[in-house]
């Protein structure tokens, strides 16, 4: 299985700054994912991030808020910007092989 | 993505004792994948079960699935202390996305 990366793993952030996400994976993958676990929650698909293309939004995210790159097939950033007290989540990477395993999380926290 | 349910929200079981954890959610899919996480950290996959496959077995775990009525269960045998964390099921579509359940948060007392 493929083993995945976050950077930071935690921050505290001030409302109206961005922090930008990396994920890694030691291994080449088409897709990749980064969704979203409010606190207490469970977790909701923010985008699908493929090499070459622009990612795909699910309903209720925006580019402006979350854009996402993915330079090549091992690494993606995921920027949360302009924050709000309510972007604090944890933020987890995926990546889809015939199973999907996640990364270890960023948890973050806006004041 | 619209979240699938799960029951209960919340078990509370003594060690050695068999913890069910059901699953229901509302479109086709591929595959069903149950992962655990524990305090808030990353999620560790524990079992996929196929579309065409009704049940399925890794160590202590037991997965059903019912694609008749949408729905899936998740057993854990002979509980441990070390099995306390909360439980996800996720259906995976045609586009691969994960849709999530609500989670079922188990807690085993020694």
């Known amino acids: 299985s493929a083993v995945i990366s976050q950077k930071p793993s935690r921050d505290i952030c001030q409302r109206g700054t961005s922090l930008t996400i990396q994920c890694q994976v030691d291994?080449?993958?088409?897709?990749m994912f980064w969704y979203r676990q409010q606190p207490g929650q469970s977790l909701t698909l923010i985008a699908t991030?493929?090499?070459?293309?622009?990612?795909?939004?699910e309903s209720g995210f925006v580019i402006d808020k979350f854009p996402i790159s993915r330079p090549n097939l091992t690494f993606s950033t995921l920027t949360v910007s302009n924050m709000s007290p309510e972007d604090s989540s944890i933020y987890l990477c995926?990546?889809?092989?015939?199973?999907?395993?996640f990364g270890p999380g960023t948890r973050l926290t806006v004041t | 993505s619209q979240q699938g349910e799960e029951d209960p929200q919340a078990l509370s079981i003594q060690e050695g004792e068999n913890a069910t954890m059901n699953c229901s959610y509302k479109t086709s899919i591929n595959n069903l994948q149950w992962y655990r996480q524990n305090s808030g950290r990353g999620l560790v996959h524990l079992i996929l079960?196929?579309?065409?496959?009704r049940e399925k077995h890794s160590g202590r775990l037991r997965v059903t699935l019912d694609t008749s009525k949408k729905s899936s269960s998740l057993l854990i045998t002979a509980s441990r202390a070390a099995d306390t964390a909360s439980y996800f099921c996720?259906?995976?579509?045609?586009?691969?996305?994960?849709?999530f359940g609500s989670g079922t948060q188990l807690t085993v007392l020694p």
């Open positions: 991030a493929n090499q070459g293309s622009e990612a795909t939004y």
């Open positions: 995926s990546v889809q092989e015939y199973e999907q395993y």
């Open positions: 079960i196929r579309s065409n496959e």
């Open positions: 996720a259906a995976a579509g045609s586009a691969r996305q994960l849709t």
């Open positions: 291994s080449q993958v088409t897709m």
